[in-house]
């Protein structure tokens, strides 16, 4: 029951962290922001990708342990 919870937790949050990048990427892609802006952007952009990498991979070590 545990292990179903934590994967429904892992699912939830790398939905919430696909949302948050698919709108960063979209804003980029029509250029109507400042290079400023375009290069904070894409620097958030690949932080929220590590992050999704960090939650999956955090959830992939606890697994053994569900087991």
């Known amino acids: 029951m545990i292990?179903?919870?934590?994967?429904?937790?892992?699912i939830g949050s790398l939905m919430i962290a696909y949302a948050a990048l698919a709108v960063h990427y979209r804003v980029r892609k029509e250029h109507r922001i400042d290079d400023r802006v375009q290069n904070e952007m894409g620097r958030e952009f690949g932080i929220g990708v590590s992050g999704m990498v960090l939650v999956l991979a955090g959830y992939l070590l606890q697994l053994p342990g569900h087991f």
């Open 3 to 10: 292990l179903a919870g934590a994967t429904m937790e892992l």
